[in-house]
């Protein structure tokens, strides 16, 4: 896995931590589409002052791995 900040885009994101999809589609952030975009830019053009980083680390850190 890479390093996500604040400056990756939305679909890589989403390819390393797929949890965050649902905060992205809460967000209405197409991570689909416009998944080249970074989070920042994302968040700028929906109208949000500021990501909500709290929320994305939520959902990174809540990842689980299905045994086998």
Do not use: H
């Amino acid at each position: 896995m890479s390093e996500v900040n604040l400056g990756s885009s939305v679909g890589q994101w989403v390819v390393e931590y797929p949890q965050t999809a649902d905060v992205f589609e809460t967000l209405q952030i197409s991570y689909c589409c416009e998944g080249d975009q970074s989070v920042e830019e994302a968040c700028w053009k929906n109208g949000l002052w500021r990501a909500p980083r709290g929320e994305f680390e939520s959902s990174r850190d809540a990842r689980s791995v299905a045994p086998i």
